[in-house]
């Protein structure tokens, strides 16, 4: 399986971007996907997640409210609209697909996804 991630760059405050991340090489529609991300110094921190077929979400405090998981089963594509953005969400944001299909379980745990996408760095300047 092979994730690649687009759409990063630079933005103000305020400003918006979105990420998208292509999955390849095996199956994508019975699967969650997440995204992720990481500062410099600190360690991958959960953003959202969006369940396989029901699409249902889930965010991270941080970013509720702000940022909109969606994804295309069709074109194997999940997206990360990225709103108000603040300095704090400078980071590389990575997309991951989970370990287990069909498995909702504690989807912020970074160790329940196995395939991961190179990353693209998003950095707000205030």
């Known amino acids: 399986v092979q994730l690649q991630a687009s759409g990063g760059g630079l933005v103000q405050a305020g400003g918006s971007l979105r990420l998208s991340c292509v999955a390849s090489g095996g199956t994508f529609s019975t699967y969650v996907m997440g995204w992720f991300r990481q500062a410099p110094g600190k360690e991958r921190e959960f953003v959202a997640a969006?369940?396989?077929?029901?699409?249902?979400?889930y965010y991270s405090d941080s970013v509720k409210g702000r940022f909109t998981i969606s994804r295309d089963n069709a074109k194997n594509t999940v997206h990360l609209q990225m709103n108000s953005l603040k300095p704090e969400d400078t980071a590389v944001y990575y997309c991951?697909?989970?370990?287990?299909?069909?498995?909702?379980?504690?989807?912020?745990?970074?160790?329940?996804?196995?395939?991961w996408g190179q990353g693209t760095l998003v950095t707000v300047s205030s």
């Open positions: 969006i369940t396989w077929s029901t699409y249902s979400t």
């Open positions: 991951a697909r989970r370990r287990r299909p069909r498995d909702w379980r504690t989807p912020e745990v970074v160790d329940e996804y196995n395939y």
